[in-house]
């Protein structure tokens, strides 16, 4: 029977744990809400009153929020329609610091947003486009604007602008008036253009009697100061062109359109906050801004972001607006690809008087000025969309695509703001994100797995040969073409120990920026752990040289670099995690001892993720540990946020973070402290064990044989026979021996072997395995005897080491979901997993302790704890001894934290080195 040992998981998180500032974005933020997809990242494409296509145009005023549901920049599906959300403070943007209601059934209570009312089609789920335009027909309209009384929708693909005088209330309500067009039924182009004809407008916006319009294929700005009564009316200013009537050459091979103070190219949103105007100028790639509304033609623009002057249009235009990050080999500055104050492609430009937001497309972003600029390419104060101001993970090919992460945006091509909240439409990903402002920042990876935290890389270099006076060692540490060289001359008083600690101390002193040194006494070995987290450790490289060249010592490094950096930030369903910060509650508090539910508020403090409250096992001011629902594997990314409430009543909420998540990322947990961290291992059994495993192929009348000492038990295979029904008959003739009994292993066709007495006594019985020569069926003792009886459940300590052969336990978390549906079904989020004793995650695990292969004998979710799985490995029987022997888990690619622990072989004969 498999052996599970008590150990209380809360134990083990805590034992492995250690005044408001004004609310505002932060740089990295993920969106609060979600509107028109069931999760962030579902992506849903059949439309109905919940679900958005490409979504380009956004608009809010007086608790209604209207959505245009199409776009022009090819992002699908393509609904030819506008919906109308109403009573958006109640019903989708919930206050910030209120509780999100938990609705029994749905796992993405932040996913909110029904429409009232759908423009364009007759119903919700219909998708007819029109190519005669009527009253009511839309063709891909990409902007809305709306100030709580009236709707205007840039129906873009029929070069007209349609106006409602009150905000519809029936589903494909027909239009009162049209601009750009004489009639409701006719879509034609003007070129030379008019002062009442448009052509593919893509901007539209209402600022009190004023109607403004970015008739973008005629690269100019077209405002009606008083708001329109007729069909077809003509505007009253224009900008970006020396009059009305100017033609347009679109095609820029024929005739070259150079950036000017008074000119725009393909301006695709014109906005204004009562008393300035904003241009996204998409084809010079910058914002103009007109620090008063302007009331005569072709006025020119006071400011300019985006670019250094106002003559200017590169594209990112980095060298001109960012820092130099260094100098090439000429001596010449570097300059990153962008910064904060670089835009491609602008879409969108909004100002509520304080701040401004840009929503750069090209780079994926929003740009947050926290007060609005005062000089020409001023670099934005926060960056929404991405996590840093020189990164776009949504299109660099550096960075993995994460399918509609919840901190991440494709091309955002429209804002709308209702004073906490800002809404951006989102369409590559069929959706429109709803980023708040919130009190306090944390770290963008905050949320890691609890046992890992982080999974730093590692590399060895091992001494040899003799320790000789003036010979000299070095060792270079290199990351990306930054080389750290290290020299130690040898003392005629050093020893192969003080020569280990001279060299800790020399890399550790400066200290190099990239590795700390330690040392493995038993091996003679320097081990150089990373001091980034993550996969980035795995790109420092090591190597070593000895002078002179008839040098007596010797350098051999275990790779020439660093392995083993693992991104613990990525987590899986079901994973116990942590959540790091500061000031995240007052006083430290765990759940009760024992709880068969945990709760989802201690010391008023909540976890939400995707808005559904996390079952907490502890909170405290630097740290949450949750599990995260097992029912997110329907996804790949939440949003993640604390809101704690205070004794001296303030309510305050953490930024929302990002948690990426993927099916299986194991973490093992091991005692604070520097990484490699000593890992929470136990002995498995006060009584002798050795496997036998069962392999190969099935042939009638093959014979299996296990022998015990010189007793052997056969069993010969029959054609009906598989591997597992001929280790179950061999378990039961092993049974008849009267020292040791078998049982089936939890993993694979293996037979687990153990001594009937406990305690030494079962130490070093014989067991071997062997088939009929041409066998098809293979049988392989992992030990040639039994071993290590020990008091079952004890710790691994330096007191009481593990043995070459022994069976450990460890523990972990982040295994992912069962394999067994009816199994899973029992592992319920937040409760005590009541399930089946055996049981094994989806994923297959492997192990390495001391460099060489352990062998899995069982991985499953612990009976009787939350999130806690406890994996069986079987170690090496020739393992040397080491103090710190390193051991990891792995599934697919995602390989654990390491750990170590103590083990002894006690056949092994010491030999110092000669000093």
């Excluded at 820092?323 to 492609?345: N, S, V």
């Excluded at 320097?526 to 010592?553: K, M, Q, Y």
Aim: glycine share 8%; hydrophobic share 40%.
């Amino acid at each position: 029977m498999m052996k599970f040992f008590r150990m209380n998981p809360f134990a083990i998180l805590l034992a492995t744990a250690s005044v408001a500032v004004p609310a505002d974005f932060f740089t990295g933020q993920a969106a609060r809400l979600v509107i028109g997809q069931e999760t962030f990242t579902a992506q849903g494409d059949t439309p109905n009153p919940n679900t958005l296509g490409g979504a380009g145009g956004v608009a809010f005023a007086n608790n209604i929020l209207v959505v245009a549901d199409a776009n022009r920049v090819g992002a699908g599906p393509l609904n030819h329609r506008v919906l109308i959300y109403r009573n958006v403070a109640s019903d989708i943007a919930l206050p910030i610091n209120a509780e999100v209601p938990q609705i029994p059934g749905k796992l993405c209570p932040a996913c909110r947003g029904t429409a009232s009312v759908v423009l364009g089609q007759a119903t919700f789920t219909a998708n007819d486009l029109k190519l005669i335009p009527t009253n009511a027909s839309l063709r891909q309209p990409n902007a809305v604007a709306t100030d709580g009384v009236r709707l205007l929708v840039s129906d873009t693909d029929n070069n007209r602008i349609l106006i409602w005088n009150s905000i519809p209330t029936q589903n494909n309500q027909p239009a009162d008036l049209v601009l750009g067009q004489e009639n409701f039924t006719t879509s034609r182009v003007v070129n030379p253009p008019t002062a009442s004809s448009l052509r593919g407008p893509q901007g539209v916006w209402i600022q009190g009697s004023r109607v403004m319009v970015a008739d973008t294929s005629n690269n100019r700005v077209l405002i009606w100061n008083n708001f329109p009564t007729r069909n077809n009316q003509a505007a009253d200013v224009v900008l970006g062109a020396p009059d009305f009537t100017t033609r347009v050459e679109l095609d820029l091979a024929v005739t070259r359109i150079d950036a000017k103070a008074d000119n725009l190219l393909n301006p695709v949103s014109v906005t204004s906050d009562g008393q300035r105007v904003f241009v996204a100028d998409l084809g010079f790639n910058r914002v103009m801004i007109w620090n008063t509304i302007p009331t005569s033609n072709t006025r020119p623009a006071d400011l300019v972001l985006g670019q250094p002057d106002l003559t200017s249009s590169v594209a990112n235009n980095s060298p001109k607006l960012c820092k130099a990050t260094g100098k090439d080999d000429k001596g010449a500055d570097l300059f990153p690809r962008l910064c904060g104050a670089t835009i491609e492609f602008p879409r969108f430009v909004l100002s509520d008087g304080k701040r401004l937001f840009v929503a750069d497309g090209g780079n994926d972003r929003i740009l947050v000025y926290n007060s609005l600029p005062v000089r020409n390419g001023q670099a934005a104060d926060t960056i929404l969309g991405q996590v840093g101001e020189s990164i776009n993970r949504s299109s660099d090919s550096a960075y993995p695509l994460l399918r509609a992460a919840t901190d991440q945006l494709r091309t955002p091509m429209s804002l709308a703001w209702d004073g906490t909240n800002l809404y951006v439409a989102d369409p590559f990903n069929r959706r429109v994100m709803v980023f708040s402002t919130h009190d306090q920042p944390i770290p963008y990876t905050a949320v890691r797995n609890s046992a890992s935290l982080d999974v730093f890389a590692t590399g060895t270099i091992g001494l040899s040969g003799t320790v000789r006076e003036n010979d000299e060692i070095t060792i270079n540490v290199t990351r990306e073409g930054t080389k750290n060289t290290y020299t130690y001359k040898i003392a005629k008083t050093d020893t192969v120990t003080t020569l280990l600690n001279n060299l800790v101390r020399v890399i550790n002193s400066k200290p190099d920026p990239y590795v700390t040194a330690s040392i493995i006494p038993d091996l003679s070995t320097l081990l150089l752990t990373a001091r980034e987290g993550g996969e980035g450790g795995n790109r420092v490289e090591i190597s070593t040289s000895t002078a002179p060249t008839d040098a007596t010592i010797v350098l051999t490094t275990g790779g020439a670099f660093l392995t083993g950096g693992q991104d613990a930030a990525r987590v899986a369903p079901g994973t116990i995690i942590s959540l790091l910060g500061d000031k995240l509650s007052e006083v430290a508090v765990a759940a009760p001892a024992g709880a068969e539910k945990l709760p989802t508020e201690l010391g008023n403090v909540q976890l939400y993720l995707d808005g559904k409250l996390a079952p907490l096992f502890l909170v405290s001011p630097n740290r949450i540990n949750a599990q995260l629902p097992w029912e997110f594997y329907d996804r790949n990314s939440v949003s993640a946020y604390v809101r704690t409430r205070f004794s001296d009543g303030r309510v305050v909420t953490t930024m929302p973070v990002a948690v990426q998540i993927i099916p299986q990322n194991p973490g093992l947990f091991a005692i604070e402290g520097t990484d490699p961290r000593v890992g929470v291992v136990q002995h498995f059994s006060s009584r002798s064990t050795g496997t036998v495993s069962v392999d190969g192929g099935i042939k009638a009348g093959d014979v299996a044989t296990v022998v015990i000492e010189d007793r052997e038990y056969s069993y010969t295979v029959k054609d009906t026979d598989s591997l597992a029904s001929v280790r179950d008959a061999l378990i039961v003739e092993i049974n008849k021996d009267q020292q040791v009994e078998a049982y089936a292993a939890g993993v694979f066709t293996r037979i687990r072997l153990r001594a009937r007495t406990a305690g030494e006594a079962g130490n070093g019985i014989k067991y071997s395995a062997k088939t009929n020569e041409g066998a098809q069926v293979i049988l392989t003792a992992t030990t040639p005897n039994l071993c290590c009886a020990n008091t079952e459940g004890a710790t691994v300590t330096e007191a009481n080491p593990a043995l070459p052969g022994q069976t450990i336990v460890v523990f972990g978390t982040g295994l992912g979901r069962l394999k067994e549906t009816f199994a899973q079904d029992l592992a319920l989020t937040g409760g005590v997993y009541r399930g089946p004793v055996l049981n094994e995650p989806s994923a297959f695990v492997s192990s390495l302790a001391g460099g060489k292969t352990a062998n899995v004998l069982y991985a499953g979710l612990r009976p009787g704890s939350i999130g806690l799985y406890e994996v069986h490995l079987e170690l090496n029987s020739d393992l040397p001894t080491n103090s710190a022997t390193q051991l990891t888990i792995a599934q697919d690619i995602y390989v654990s934290n390491v750990i170590t622990f103590p083990l002894r072989n006690p056949t092994e004969v010491v030999v110092q080195p000669a000093p």
